[in-house]
């Protein structure tokens, strides 16, 4: 007779065991069960029970064969970036950034000396391995148009494979609604949504929902993994929020679960204290969670692809904002999670909260740091001359490529590219965007000459608390101080607009030698 003994080793592996469909445990399991068969063997000798060995004996004098077999292991999908698209929405008016928006999308406002803010969601997209990406414009959009056809396209700039980036700008289309402007967020994708059930077509299972003028470094697989793990339907990106801007933003409450129960955008007053929450459930020490009471949207989400069309097309066909109309109304009968992004991250919506982010990327340590060599950020390759300093004095600043500086002073301020600045200047608290292209020393020497003013910032000016815009042409002794603390002004007509108390000097702009601000 033959003797089959099975021998079965215990597992202590955690098992995860996932919840599909009904929700309830045990409808169907994801997982595999695997089996080790480790051969057969002859043995005459006695046989010893063990630990966690189980033996069946018939015979003790033929051979034996034993079975390994291991426990069910259990554990959630993991998302594949080729399932994932995203959907950058750059169509705003950005009037609060006005007049940095008076000639530019908000997404292609400089940030940083080098960058636009379009390259922040563009390379958290490819450092997270998204690589179908579409971008829905509308207002002043050539700038940013012909940035994204310059960095992020096939044959030139950063190659993306079986990938895409597809610009969607605002058109026309048959039937009374096609003759509108985006209307709000959720109104964009509409208008395109035969684009994204095309895209479903493509293995598009779960869309992120991201806006082009934040400042932060995320991998959103991250994001789309609580996503799935959670079985939710949308996942809504959320960081602690203090008093003072909690009104800005959309807030929420959540159950112990980490699901979205209440969703409020921009509450005042009394709404806004109803909102209130002890964030130290999220992880936040006492000390933080005083001074973070809320919990704010960072306007960024994952959809499931099949809900997201669903919600716009039939669900709430006339609903037009993801923030006001749509989340909160899905709270109630869809499973909206909370997914919390504890690091830095700022919203790029104001002159002060441009002003401030940009300043602080000179600090030390920064906060934010555009150098990381895991996750680099993109943006245009320009092919410009390293800067060239002359006698120059600079603390706690950043100095992009292809500048000009002589005899010049500089702190805590940002250069942008190809800037121009001569001796005996003062630049301090500033952020400078630079030039689109250089003059040349004869051009400079010619206009000079008949009295005007060449690109850049002329000798022995001074300039605190300021932001100058692109191709702006600043004389010499010229002083732009706002001593008098001016908040608002509108000086369209000399070349500068004041928001905030902050100096903003226009695109093209020209300040006449001796003028004072």
């Known amino acids: ?233 949308i996942t809504v990106s959320c960081v602690p929020m203090d008093d003072s801007r909690a009104s800005d933003y959309g807030l929420m409450k959540t159950d112990k679960t980490g699901r979205i129960i209440h969703f409020a955008e921009k509450p005042k007053g009394p709404a806004l204290k109803q909102m209130r929450v002890d964030t130290s459930v999220l992880g936040l020490s006492d000390q933080d969670a005083a001074k973070y009471p809320y919990i704010a949207s960072m306007g960024v989400y994952v959809f499931k692809t099949d809900v997201l069309l669903k919600l716009l097309r039939w669900r709430y066909p006339s609903c037009n904002d993801f923030g006001s109309e749509i989340i909160p109304s899905a709270v109630s009968d869809h499973n909206v999670q909370a997914f919390l992004f504890n690091d830095y991250w700022e919203d790029i919506g104001t002159i002060k909260s441009f002003f401030d982010a940009n300043l602080a990327l000179t600090e030390q340590p920064p906060k934010f740091d555009f150098n990381d060599p895991k996750t680099p950020f993109y943006t245009s390759p320009r092919f410009l001359p390293p800067t060239k300093m002359e006698k120059c004095r600079i603390v706690d600043a950043i100095i992009s490529h292809g500048c000009f500086l002589h005899e010049c002073n500089i702190h805590h301020s940002i250069v942008g590219v190809r800037s121009r600045l001569e001796s005996d200047i003062e630049l301090e608290d500033t952020m400078m965007m630079g030039a689109d292209y250089y003059q040349t020393e004869s051009e400079i020497a010619s206009l000079l000459a008949e009295g005007k003013v060449p690109i850049g910032v002329g000798r022995n000016s001074k300039i605190r608390n300021c932001i100058i815009d692109k191709n702006a042409k600043i004389g010499r002794d010229v002083i732009i101080e706002n001593k008098e603390g001016v908040e608002e002004a509108d000086r369209a007509e000399e070349g500068f607009y004041i928001r905030s108390g902050i100096t903003v000097v226009l695109k093209n702009a020209t300040i006449k030698d001796g003028t004072i601000i």
């Open 1 to 233: 007779m033959d003797s089959c003994g099975g021998a079965v080793k215990p597992n202590v592996r955690p098992v995860q065991v996932s919840r599909v469909d009904s929700g309830v445990w045990g409808e169907r399991i994801r997982g595999s069960l695997r089996i080790n068969v480790l051969g057969t063997q002859s043995s005459k000798k006695s046989l010893r029970a063990e630990n966690g060995v189980v033996l069946s004996l018939l015979t003790s004098d033929i051979d034996k064969k034993i079975g390994t077999f291991e426990a069910p292991v259990f554990e959630y999908p993991k998302v594949e970036p080729k399932n994932v698209a995203s959907i950058i929405l750059g169509g705003g008016a950005g009037t609060r950034l006005f007049p940095l928006t008076s000639r530019r999308a908000k997404p292609a406002v400089p940030i940083g000396g080098c960058y636009r803010l379009i390259d922040v969601p563009m390379s958290n997209c490819i450092n997270s391995g998204i690589r179908k990406i579409f971008i829905l414009t509308q207002f002043n959009s050539f700038s940013l148009n012909r940035h994204l056809a310059r960095t992020y396209n096939f044959g030139n700039g950063i190659t993306f494979g079986d990938g895409f980036v597809e610009v969607l700008a605002a058109t026309q289309t048959p039937g009374e609604a096609g003759k509108r402007w985006f209307q709000g967020t959720a109104d964009a994708v509409r208008q395109f949504i035969w684009v994204f059930e095309a895209a479903k077509n493509k293995n598009v299972e779960h869309i992120v929902i991201l806006s082009g003028d934040h400042l932060y470094r995320m991998d959103y697989m991250d994001f789309v993994q609580k996503h799935i793990d959670t079985h939710a339907d």
